[in-house]
């Protein structure tokens, strides 16, 4: 076997079993009930104790016909879909940057990214658990990065948190309620840990219009004006994991506005 399709094999196997945690992390992180690791995987329906081969990532959801073995109950397709989402991810990450130092510390990333957008959807928070140690260990990585410095990394924790921090501050002296959740902070400081200052203006722009999309359209279907609320942490996530993978041509964008716009 050519050892190249065994590295992504071995690559996609792993993001479908990290994925699977992941569901877990999803599930059990917002409502702190239950540890990520005690229990063991079980029917949230009956609570039966799922056996090994009922656990086996994406595969498992398919031969159960999306149902529990146990109750009948339907299993939600988020769970294969985590699974093939970070088994995707891992896959484009090892083709973006073969195996190095960047590809783990991203991997981390990515999943990070990835339950942030799932929590943040269902609960409409993002917890500090994950943002918080992604601030400090997006600083470390640039230490090691090939690509990043830690000036860059620093700058983009500081200008990440103080953007979202200010626009925060001045919405809720305008209008005297929270637009911002404190979460939506830590988490762009986290992303300009990991990327750099030099993602930001894409991140926020690339999310902020995004977002403005999906939110003109959650008001005319919620109908309750600007009481509407989504979730911005999915936006800027999206448009982090855009930037990471297509970040030479965001750059390419950069300079052919910046030479269409300075003379000379």
């Not at 397709?77 to 985590?82: K, N, V």
């Not at 609320?229 to 297509?246: K, M, N, V």
Request: aromatic residues 12%; charged residues 10%.
């Amino acid at each position: 076997m050519d050892i190249s399709l065994l590295v992504y094999i071995t690559a996609g196997c792993f993001g479908a079993i990290v994925g699977s945690f992941l569901n877990v992390v999803i599930l059990r992180l917002p409502g702190k009930k239950e540890s990520i690791v005690f229990p063991a995987s079980h029917c949230t329906n009956c609570m039966a104790q799922l056996h090994w081969y009922e656990n086996i990532p994406i595969l498992s959801f398919l031969i159960l016909r999306g149902r529990c073995s146990h109750c009948r109950e339907k299993i939600s397709i988020q769970y294969p879909l985590i699974e093939a989402g970070m088994t995707l991810l891992s896959l484009a990450l090892v083709l973006r940057f073969d195996l190095s130092i960047a590809t783990a510390f991203y991997f981390l990333f990515s999943a990070a990214l990835l339950v942030i957008i799932i929590i943040d959807i269902h609960h409409q928070i993002i917890p500090d658990v994950i943002s918080l140690p992604g601030i400090v260990i997006g600083l470390l990585f640039s230490f090691v990065s090939p690509a990043l410095n830690w000036q860059d990394s620093l700058i983009g924790i500081l200008v990440g948190g103080g953007i979202l921090y200010s626009i925060a501050l001045l919405y809720y002296l305008w209008r005297k309620v929270d637009g911002m959740g404190g979460g939506d902070i830590k988490l762009l400081a986290m992303i300009g840990g990991f990327l750099g200052w030099q993602a930001l203006p894409f991140v926020i722009f690339t999310s902020s219009v995004s977002g403005l999309i999906v939110g003109l359209f959650a008001m005319t279907k919620q109908k309750k004006g600007g009481q509407t609320r989504i979730a911005f942490g999915p936006f800027l996530s999206i448009a982090a994991l855009l930037y990471l993978f297509f970040q030479d041509k965001v750059l390419q964008l950069y300079q052919l506005y910046l030479n269409l716009t300075i003379p000379g």
